[in-house]
């Protein structure tokens, strides 16, 4: 069996694992920059990256603002009300990591997919707003009604006694900042790339319905290539992704990126 390479790398700045396997080391092959969820970190993902490493793909794993190794000790509250500030930072670095691919020649004419899983699949939602060059998405639990999502988060920390530290013209601001990423609003944005979600029906994290209605709605722009868009729903699963839902998943964009 072809031996895998796993470095820790600091890419613009960005804590990476960068796993491949050996002969691809120094070669152009296709690459997937995948986002690990909220109050977790780039390790936890690195049985995507196997999956895809194996299939000849380079997986690049970031550690998103102030998680992981860029952790500042914030507790789940503090780090809850930092949220879009984290997804906004995750979407620019996005771009800063597809320039370092650039820069050390990693990519010329190979393609680029872009995924995540729970915070990190709603940040790949953000990023097909935002990057054409994203050749095919993976989302694994996210929902791309950013704005929708912001407002219900609040009206769930105020009915719960709890008084942001953000003024009405503030939380003006992150609305109009978020509508600017916030696929819904925008799907035209799609054009037809591969888009793959995978959700469980009973995820009360991120709530399967939204998604769902989103990729019904989506359908239509998809008319005459269907099979770009998928859309796995698991019965009994809640927040958590079954290793049959990785397995689909990881074939589906290595397959897409291989092509």
């Avoid at 998405?137 to 530290?165: C, D, N, W, Y």
């Avoid at 009973?202 to 989103?214: A, G, R, S």
């Amino acid at each position: 069996m072809i031996p895998l390479i796993l470095k820790e790398e600091l890419w613009n700045d960005i804590p990476v694992l960068h796993i491949v396997e050996e002969q691809y080391e120094t070669q152009e092959v296709p690459v997937l920059i995948f986002l690990h969820g909220f109050s977790s970190a780039k390790e936890h993902n690195l049985h995507y990256a196997y999956n895809l490493a194996r299939q000849g793909i380079r997986v690049i794993l970031p550690d998103a603002h102030l998680h992981g190794s860029r952790d500042e000790n914030l507790d789940e509250v503090q780090l809850g009300l930092r949220f879009w500030e984290v997804i906004l930072t995750s979407i620019e670095e996005v771009g800063l990591l597809k320039e370092e691919l650039l820069k050390r020649k990693l990519i010329v004419s190979k393609k680029i997919a872009v995924g995540g899983s729970s915070m990190g699949g709603i940040t790949t939602l953000g990023c097909l707003t935002a990057y054409e060059w994203i050749s095919a998405a993976l989302v694994m639990m996210g929902t791309p009604g950013f704005e929708k999502l912001a407002k219900a988060q609040i009206s769930h920390f105020e009915r719960g006694g709890f008084e942001l530290p953000v003024s009405v013209a503030e939380k003006k601001k992150l609305f109009e900042n978020l509508s600017y990423f916030d696929l819904t609003k925008q799907p035209t944005k799609l054009n037809q790339r591969p888009l793959y979600f995978w959700h469980g029906k009973n995820d009360t994290v991120v709530p399967f319905e939204p998604t769902y209605h989103f990729y019904k709605a989506m359908k239509k722009e998809y008319y005459d290539v269907p099979e770009r868009i998928v859309f796995d729903a698991d019965e009994v699963a809640g927040h958590s992704v079954s290793r049959e839902g990785l397995l689909k998943a990881t074939n589906w964009v290595a397959s897409q990126l291989n092509d």
